[in-house]
């Protein structure tokens, strides 16, 4: 059965200082994506960066990298020179070969993540 | 940003009681969806939309239902809303080919 494991409920950073939060999945399909999303506190849900599994090398976007590694079945997000305005909550998220290119997402439990002035 | 509306944005309603839910979308797109979120779980999917008139369950689909007769909107209702109802509803959409998946603001509902 498809899951997705974040076993950091909440994580600090000093600002300008990276991150990393850490996902893991389990899937038996070698086909899926892997999705980030930020949501603040106001509520909405921010996509970040998504990662395919047949992708050669991981995916930035900006201050945003996924740490993509196959074997080990984890899908880490890293926030490079974190800002007050990186506080949020982060969900990772995948969708597996059975659900085509749709929205059938699973995710994970999330991770609160404060930065500190 | 995605042009998604969802209304009403807030409600508290009562145990047994009829509630529905909209999403509105002015992009055009395939697939629509309904997640919920709750402490602990994330979000989780209820029922989707790959086109007018085409719905299917998601995870957590009992005790809703929905309906699609226009490409843009897709609604969600609760027949008799239970207090296990009580939570965040969030729409989302997609287009056949794309990557990204577009998210409403949510509905937080309350049933009491």
């Known amino acids: 059965a498809q899951k997705i494991t974040q076993t950091q409920p909440g994580m600090f950073v000093q600002e300008k200082e990276a991150v990393t939060l850490d996902c893991t999945y389990d899937?038996?399909?070698?086909?899926?994506?892997l999705f980030w999303y930020k949501q603040p506190s106001s509520g909405e849900m921010i996509f970040l960066i998504y990662q395919g599994s047949y992708d050669q090398q991981n995916a930035t976007e900006g201050r945003y990298s996924l740490n993509f590694q196959k074997a080990r079945k984890s899908a880490n997000l890293v926030i490079s020179a974190s800002q007050l305005g990186d506080s949020a909550m982060y969900f990772c998220a995948m969708r597996d070969g059975s659900s085509g290119n749709t929205g059938k997402l699973i995710f994970g439990q999330g991770t609160t993540l404060q930065v500190k002035p | 940003d995605a042009g998604i509306t969802q209304s009403p944005r807030h409600k508290v309603t009562e145990t047994g009681t009829p509630v529905t839910l909209r999403c509105h979308q002015t992009?055009?797109?395939?697939?629509m969806y309904w997640y919920r979120q709750d402490p602990g779980h994330g979000l989780r999917l209820i029922h989707y939309?790959?086109?007018?008139?085409?719905?299917d369950k998601g995870e957590v689909s009992d005790g809703y239902s929905v309906s699609r007769s226009k490409t843009e909107d897709f609604l969600l209702t609760l027949e008799s809303a239970t207090s296990s109802q009580t939570s965040v509803y969030f729409c989302?959409?997609?287009?056949?080919?794309?990557?990204?998946?577009?998210f409403g603001e949510g509905s937080w509902l309350t049933v009491v």
């Open positions: 989302a959409i997609s287009e056949s080919q794309g990557i990204t998946i577009y």
């Open positions: 899937t038996s399909d070698p086909s899926y994506g």
């Open positions: 939309s790959y086109g007018v008139k085409d719905t």
């Open positions: 992009e055009n797109h395939r697939y």
